[in-house]
Structures are given as structure tokens and as C-alpha cells.
């Protein structure tokens, strides 16, 4: 079994996750404000969709297939 390591020694990826959830929320709330067939809008969801595979691949670098 494998043991996972401190959360003390992963700051650096505990901190850009929280980036990413951050950065996030922000285009989620500006989308929000668009109409839904505006260009702005297709392009935010393009990056929203983007930032959540990083944020999805990060977890799993951390937690592997234990989940919080």
C-alpha cells in the first residue's frame, strides 16, 4: 500500500490547485454575465474547460485514487 506524503511537501501543488478553483470560479462568474451565444462566451468555456482537465489531472497527481 502505498503511503502518501505529507501535505506539508505538496504546498507547491496544493497552492496551484487552489489557483486553478480560483481562476475558475472567476470565468464562471463572468460567463454568467454573457448571452449564451455570445463569442466571449464560447471562449471562457474553452478556457474554463481547459483549466478544469489541469485541475482534474493535478488531483490526481495528489490524491491518486484516494479522494478528499
Not at 6 to 32: C, G, M, N, V
Not at 44 to 49: C, D, K, W
Request: overall charge positive; charged content about 30%.
Amino acid at each position: 500500500m502505498r503511503t502518501l506524503p505529507l501535505p506539508l511537501f505538496d504546498w507547491k501543488q496544493l497552492t496551484e490547485a487552489e489557483r486553478l478553483q480560483y481562476d475558475r470560479e472567476l470565468l464562471l462568474s463572468r460567463i454568467q454575465k454573457l448571452r449564451p451565444h455570445a463569442h466571449q462566451r464560447l471562449a471562457l468555456e474553452e478556457r474554463i474547460r481547459a483549466i478544469t482537465l489541469q485541475q482534474i489531472a493535478l488531483e490526481n497527481a495528489l490524491y491518486g485514487e484516494k479522494r478528499p
